[in-house]
């Protein structure tokens, strides 16, 4: 059974650094194929992909968020980190995490999601 | 960079088919997939690669895809499925390499 978790803080500061961890089971990433992502969507708005890494450590990112994500992950922990640098109020979302199989370039399994505000 | 257009809302009455239109620049050239998102919950998979299924998704979900238009088609409609919707393709050249559409809101008279 495949399972994803989004876990971090609630509330951030604007200009402060975001760090989510994505915490997933039921497969590995480091079988060949494998992917998970970040995707996020502001209150009311439609969803927007972020970032991606795969089984081979490769890594990509939303062009127009490049210079302040950062995506890794801890095979042995089963885990993925995303860091998104200056956080602004727009960054409001529910960030998700979710998994690419090695069949597809679509999201099989997703995590429930965590809602991130940005205030002050 | 690649942009998917949906139409906002559809309305549908119970029993009755549901479409729901997914607009880009020759998209029949990509594959499409389909997402369901409930209220206060994550998205669903309910199509990949233009029309099939996952497992557990009930075959009154179908889509097609041509041209520069695909659909998502809901038959037998129940309450169940009000929802909003999701289509999204991988295209290379965007600044969003998983491309994500606009979203309609289906409503269940």
């Known amino acids: 059974q495949v399972t994803l978790r989004e876990s971090g803080p609630a509330l951030v500061k604007p200009t402060q650094t975001l760090t989510l961890t994505c915490t997933f089971s039921?497969?590995?990433?480091?079988?060949?194929?494998?992917?998970v992502s970040w995707i996020r969507q502001p209150p009311g708005k439609a969803l927007e992909w972020l970032a991606l890494?795969?089984?081979?450590?490769?890594?990509y990112y939303s062009t127009s968020l490049k210079t302040r994500l950062t995506i890794s992950k801890d095979t042995s922990k089963n885990q993925v980190v995303l860091t998104m640098t200056n956080m602004d109020p727009v960054d409001t979302a529910t960030y998700y995490c979710a998994r690419i199989g090695s069949q597809g370039l679509y999201f099989d399994y997703w995590g429930q999601g965590t809602l991130v505000t940005v205030s002050s | 960079s690649y942009v998917l257009t949906q139409p906002p809302s559809v309305s549908v009455a119970p029993g009755q088919t549901a479409r729901i239109t997914c607009g880009g620049n020759n998209i029949g050239s990509k594959s499409v997939h389909w997402y369901q998102q409930k209220p206060g919950q994550a998205p669903v998979l309910v199509v990949y690669?233009?029309?099939d299924r996952p497992s557990g998704i009930p075959e009154r979900f179908s889509g097609s895809n041509s041209g520069n238009t695909a659909t998502l088609t809901i038959s037998r409609v129940e309450a169940g499925d009000e929802a909003d919707y999701y289509c999204q393709v991988w295209d290379s050249s965007s600044d969003h390499h998983y491309v994500f559409g606009t979203g309609t809101k289906v409503t269940v008279l």
């Open positions: 039921g497969f590995s990433l480091s079988t060949s194929g494998m992917c």
């Open positions: 690669d233009d029309s």
């Open positions: 890494i795969d089984w081979d450590d490769d890594k």
